[in-house]
């Protein structure tokens, strides 16, 4: 009881800070540009840390991260910036106070769904700003590179973490829910990343959880043989994929292929996307317990399918189930701070400005 009586205490000074500062944040960045330099990445991933606290049920973990954001983008305001970035400030400061806002009111079910579509328009503009920025500055950001150096998402309701390029955005999925006694009949969608480029290919990284393959199925222990069975059943008699042709399987007996360290199967299929073409799509699945299944699927256009490989391979490597216990947001905390030696003094500015 004391616990949540400090924890929405804290929510409330939060926002009556935010309150204070909205008004006077936007007058600031009012027909002003971003500075293209890497305190856009800074805002990208303070974004990114914001959705993943949201889906880890920390919501004023989240408001905490905005906040930090707002701070980066009034610093870049008040230093001039550049005039090349398309729109400037004003909408990605109002979206920053709407999203905030609606975190503070993330009480029942509707809320949620708002704030759900509110973090990813967010997301998908910060990403925006970072890829047209170092675009203007000579990084080519829309073309992730193999050896581009990756961050970590974690996602602890359900006990993932694995490694993302930051220039790709992160998306809730709109069904997110975290893990409860109610069973997800069909595969649930826990959270998924993608190079915002329809003419590049569109890449895709999907995460997802059958949380109960035993009640699912009517059967009381499940094989990862089986699991690819019904993998493969869904995917030919599912309307998502239109002329679905299967191009490779390799079941766990008959390989070494793995994933987060369980005999995995994997198979690849094309199928043709009404509005994108034609798509390829490989996926990874294993089976724990007899009872919980996970997959992971990388998809993009068939010509480009190649090209971002060599990235989904290293999430696909990266991908590891933590223990029940994991508790702390360490891996959070340390890449920021190794991804600018300036956060330090950004988290200390934005806490002195909401005293």
């Not at 230093?79 to 009111?105: E, R, V, Y």
């Not at 294993?286 to 399918?305: E, M, P, R, W």
Request: hydrophobic content about 35%; aromatic content about 12%.
């Amino acid at each position: 009881m004391t616990t949540t009586i400090v924890s929405k205490s804290i929510v409330l000074i939060i926002v009556l800070c935010l309150l204070q500062f909205i008004p006077e944040f936007q007058r600031t960045l009012y027909a002003k540009s971003l500075e293209v330099n890497s305190n856009l990445g800074i805002i990208k991933l303070l974004t990114d840390r914001a959705i993943q606290g949201y889906q880890n049920n920390s919501t004023a973990y989240s408001i905490s991260q905005l906040l930090m954001a707002y701070d980066v983008l009034i610093k870049l305001a008040n230093n001039g910036g550049t005039n090349n970035i398309p729109g400037g400030t004003n909408s990605l400061s109002f979206l920053l106070g709407d999203t905030i806002k609606l975190l503070t009111l993330n009480s029942n079910s509707a809320a949620r769904n708002v704030t759900i579509s509110y973090l990813n328009a967010l997301e998908e503009q910060v990403t925006h700003y970072l890829s047209f920025g170092n675009s203007i500055s000579g990084t080519n950001s829309n073309h992730s590179m193999p050896n581009e150096p990756l961050m970590v998402y974690v996602n602890k309701p359900y006990g993932i973490k694995i490694d993302y390029p930051l220039n790709w955005v992160i998306r809730i999925d709109g069904n997110y829910t975290l893990p409860t006694s109610f069973t997800y009949v069909h595969p649930h969608v826990i959270g998924s990343f993608y190079l915002p480029n329809a003419t590049d290919g569109l890449p895709f990284i999907y995460l997802g959880i059958n949380s109960n393959l035993s009640k699912q199925f009517n059967q009381p222990h499940f094989t990862v043989e089986q699991y690819l069975e019904k993998a493969i059943l869904s995917k030919r008699n599912s309307p998502s994929f239109p002329d679905f042709k299967l191009l490779q399987l390799v079941d766990s007996n008959h390989s070494n292929t793995t994933l987060a360290g369980y005999p995995a199967y994997k198979i690849v299929w094309v199928y043709k996307h009404p509005q994108y073409g034609l798509r390829e799509i490989t996926e990874f699945g294993i089976v724990l317990n007899g009872t919980k299944g996970y997959f992971l699927d990388y998809a993009a256009s068939a010509s480009k399918f190649s090209k971002y490989l060599p990235i989904a391979d290293k999430v696909k490597s990266s991908f590891t189930l933590l223990k029940a216990n994991y508790q702390n947001e360490g891996d959070l905390v340390d890449q920021t701070r190794s991804y600018s030696k300036n956060i330090v003094s950004l988290t200390t500015d934005c806490h002195t400005l909401c005293r």
